[in-house]
């Protein structure tokens, strides 16, 4: 069974530009949630998607949007980059967005931003 | 708001010494408490988990019990190995669904 796959792994990019971010679920998950990841903010997280619909939201600006396809396939899209915004970028798959569902994390993605 | 707190690392051990992390949780309502490991250059893979109180969870020597009195989760492993030198994340889910993480600990085994 294929886990959770995130492309590409590594990114560089030049600040002011636009990054997307895919996952790719487990087979038959349907919720799909993004984290950030630095050393100084720990493990935050992003926004939840369940069915193509954003369940939540962290506190994260506007420049940070995601979308979730008919396949459960998940994009994130950072725009006008800054160098804050250089960390690893994890997404996780879960069978049910229910509170006793855990979730099965990607590799991730290290975003680089110069 | 939810929020967890876990101990600070990084813990030194020699191989086979017994390992507990602490985790405290805040949180409204009664969330599922779950435990992360993460190897260097690896996402987060579920350790373990426990949905209600009492619960333990365990799994790969990994023991942690769900103690909604004293709002812990403490994970505890009896004879650690080098393989088991990775970061460790407390993790809540409540209402809402969205996981809190607690900061970390890092665990260091030397043989």
């Known amino acids: 069974k294929a886990g959770v796959t995130q492309t590409p792994r590594y990114l560089i990019k030049t600040r002011g530009q636009q990054v997307t971010l895919s996952c790719s679920p487990i087979s038959g998950h349907r919720s799909v949630s993004w984290y950030q990841q630095t050393p100084g903010q720990g493990l935050q997280f992003l926004f939840e998607?369940?069915?193509?619909?954003?369940?939540n939201k962290g506190n994260f600006p506007g420049r940070f949007s995601g979308r979730q396809f008919s396949n459960s396939r998940s994009e994130m899209n950072v725009s006008t980059l800054e160098l804050g915004d250089s960390a690893l970028y994890l997404c996780a798959s879960s069978l049910s967005s229910g509170e006793g569902y855990g979730y099965t994390f990607g590799s991730g993605t290290r975003l680089t931003v110069v | 708001g939810n929020s967890v707190t876990q101990m600070e690392g990084p813990v030194t051990l020699s191989e086979e010494a017994f390992l507990t992390i602490n985790c405290t949780y805040t949180a409204t309502g009664y969330p599922s408490l779950f435990w992360y490991v993460q190897y260097p250059g690896e996402g987060l893979q579920l350790l373990l988990k426990?949905?209600?109180?009492?619960d333990k969870g365990s799994n790969k020597g990994f023991e942690a019990t769900y103690r909604k009195e004293t709002t812990s989760f403490h994970l505890e492993k009896g004879s650690v190995q080098v393989s088991d030198s990775a970061v460790y994340f407390c993790?809540?889910?409540?209402?809402?669904?969205?996981?809190?993480f607690g900061g970390g600990t890092r665990v260091l085994v030397k043989p």
């Open positions: 993790a809540l889910k409540a209402a809402g669904n969205k996981l809190t």
């Open positions: 426990a949905t209600k109180a009492d």
């Open positions: 998607y369940f069915s193509e619909t954003q369940r």
